[in-house]
């Protein structure tokens, strides 16, 4: 082992050194671009499909939004808490290769809810508010759909503020929400089930009276098919058949609350090494706001957002949390899960914490977090952007590399004028490091599979790649396999990224040619039946990915 890292260590200083090429990311970090400057709503939540579009919404029952609904169509809702005829669009389709967005038509109120893309690649999303609470609704990627949703309550009990989880047998796990310490599942086996819940004490241990704290609790699928649950500031270890709970992990250090309104985030950290008989697992938990920062913050006293980071193996017995420093105190933070492994911190605010007028001081820069370098050497400052991004703001991860950025509206209603943090209708994307020119002669390109191809669990599969052969450095190849989430609330939900087995790299043609063996996930614990974007990983720089289908 050491001698590889070694060996590893020489070949690329040898290299860098007769090629020139950069080998580290210390010179760039990242560019910003606006995208569209007005999309006419907030991008509340935000889920990209597997035709490269993102259906982004926000909610209905504020008034008027910016963009008119097409062909003079206008939604009548008598339950409507605003205006009971409204033609103004409250969701949108943003179309990546295009840059061009077109309005959909929502009727029920979609305001703090959830959802999962499924087996299929369509976005089913549930709850909301008011006559949305208990609201089922689908969107499917082609170019004309828009959204279908379910006229009767589909849901068994209303869904505000949960989390969604997409599970091995294909249904949904919908998790809490306001007053609900329970879950349930989407779509019903039976009609048993239509109504059922089933209880969940751990969110009733972790509510706190005054703030809540235990709202979008992070859920993560752990590789033995418990559930990771983690809600304001510990977490336990689930499994959702029998309603037992497996572990309690400890509480993190400081026992500050890190979810909603206290809003962190987190990331299940990569899968890696999918074929030994033990696989680890690993979830970083970042940002939040100090215990009592929202009482204060709604007298509009704005604390310094918590600074700390913690990781934790949660596939060991007895794990503790390992916290580090994070380059600022950060509440609204997005983690964004890159094709390389690293995540990236990006949104969010240093004061205050999640809900109307309750955070100052946007946090402008990204913070790159390099998940295998030596504690203590793994934040990385980027360059900042020059928009707020704080409540109610999103980002999402394209295909290219590029992390799309929208949203931010800290008001009850659509608030332009007068206000420090205006409502924020652009659309902007955060280029990293890894797409910067310099990396050209690293980054490799997928020949093979095509996109959009169809795997099979444990399937070896070839792939073709093409990469500059005078940097290219087998051992230093990885594939990653990444599920497009559901993102809202600083929280992306079924955010997952797997590290796949590679072998026998060759060379297919004189020049930039390689082929080798790529093995997919071995199960669906491992990767939920699903649409994922494969990458190429050369020396930490991606190559654009393709879509997968997992079944
Ligand atoms: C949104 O619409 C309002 C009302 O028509 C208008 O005053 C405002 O300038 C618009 N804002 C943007 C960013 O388009
Ligand atoms: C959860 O409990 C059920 C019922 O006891 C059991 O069949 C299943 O294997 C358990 N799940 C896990 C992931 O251990
Ligand atoms: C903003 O505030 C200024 C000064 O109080 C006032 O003159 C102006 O009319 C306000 N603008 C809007 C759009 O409310
Ligand atoms: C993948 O499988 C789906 C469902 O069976 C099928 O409709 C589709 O055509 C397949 N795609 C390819 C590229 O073979
Ligand atoms: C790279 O490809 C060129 C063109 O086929 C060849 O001449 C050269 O020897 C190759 N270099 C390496 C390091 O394999």
């Known amino acids: 082992m050491l001698h590889k890292i070694i060996m590893t260590l020489l070949s690329l200083i040898i290299l860098s050194m007769l090629f020139h090429f950069p080998v580290t990311s210390v010179t760039v970090n990242g560019q910003w671009e606006v995208l569209q400057t007005n999309i006419g709503i907030v991008a509340m939540h935000m889920q990209l499909l597997h035709n490269d579009c993102v259906v982004i919404f926000d909610r209905t029952d504020f008034g008027l939004s910016n963009l008119t609904l097409p062909n003079g169509v206008c939604r009548h809702d008598p339950f409507e808490n605003v205006l009971k005829t409204d033609c103004s669009a409250h969701s949108v389709e943003y179309d990546v290769a295009s840059n061009t967005f077109r309005a959909l038509f929502v009727q029920t109120d979609v305001w703090c809810s959830s959802g999962s893309a499924v087996a299929d690649g369509t976005l089913a999303q549930t709850g909301g508010f008011n ?50 310490f329970n879950y349930e599942f989407y779509p019903k086996l039976s009609e048993t089930e239509y109504n059922k819940v ?28 418990n559930l990771f649950i983690f809600s304001n500031n510990r977490a336990i270890l689930f499994n959702y058949t029998n309603s037992k709970v497996v572990r309690t992990y400890p509480q993190i250090p400081g026992g500050d609350p890190r979810c ?70 950060r509440v609204m933070n997005d983690m964004v899960m890159l094709p390389n492994g690293n995540v990236l911190l990006i949104n969010g605010a240093n004061l205050g914490t999640a809900g109307w007028e309750n955070a100052v001081n946007p946090v402008f820069e990204p913070f790159l977090y390099k998940t295998n370098s030596m504690k203590g050497s793994r934040f990385e400052l980027q360059r900042p952007s020059t928009i707020p991004r704080m409540y109610h703001s999103t980002a999402v991860l394209f295909r290219d590399g590029r992390v799309l950025v929208g949203g931010s509206n800290p008001h009850r209603g659509y608030e332009f004028y007068n206000v420090t943090y205006p409502t924020e209708l652009s659309l902007e994307a955060f280029s990293p490091y890894y797409l910067d020119a310099s990396f050209t002669a690293l ?43 559901f993102n809202t609330h600083s929280f992306s939900m079924n955010q997952r990224l797997l590290v796949l087995t590679i072998k026998e790299v060759k060379v297919t043609s004189g020049n930039s040619g390689y082929e080798f063996e790529v093995t997919a996930p071995g199960s669906k614990i491992l990767a939920p039946p699903a649409f994922y974007m494969l990458f190429a990983v050369h020396q930490d720089i991606p190559s654009h990915g393709i879509w997968i289908r997992m079944h």
């Not at 170019?143 to 505000?160: F, G, Q, Y």
Request: net charge neutral; glycine share 6%.
């Open 131 to 180: 006559d949305g609470e208990r609201k089922v609704r689908f969107f499917s990627p082609c170019p004309t759909s828009d959204w279908r949703e379910t006229i009767d309550n589909s849901l068994a009990v209303k869904r505000w503020y949960s989390t969604n989880h997409h599970l091995p047998d294909g249904r949904q796990i919908i998790i809490g929400g306001r007053a609900q």
């Open 198 to 225: 089933y209880v969940l004490p751990f969110l009733v241990q972790t509510h706190d009276k005054g703030a809540e704290n235990n709202l979008y609790p992070f859920v993560f699928l752990n590789v033995d098919g």
């Open 260 to 329: 909603y309104p206290s809003t962190g985030s987190a990331v299940l950290l990569p899968l890696r090494n999918l074929e030994a008989s033990e696989i680890e697992a690993e979830v970083l938990v970042c940002g939040g706001a100090r215990s009592g920062a929202f009482q204060l913050a709604r007298k509009q006293n704005m604390l310094e957002a918590l600074d700390t980071c913690a990781r934790i193996k949660i596939t060991d017995m007895n794990p503790n949390w390992e916290v580090e420093t994070m380059p600022k105190g």
């Open 443 to 485: 980054r490799p390109k997928i020949l093979e599979p095509a996109s959009q191809s169809n795997l099979t669990y444990g399937q070896k599969f070839n792939m073709r790649i093409e990469v500059n052969n005078g940097t290219f450095v087998p051992d230093l190849l990885s594939v990653t396999m990444l599920s497009p989430p």
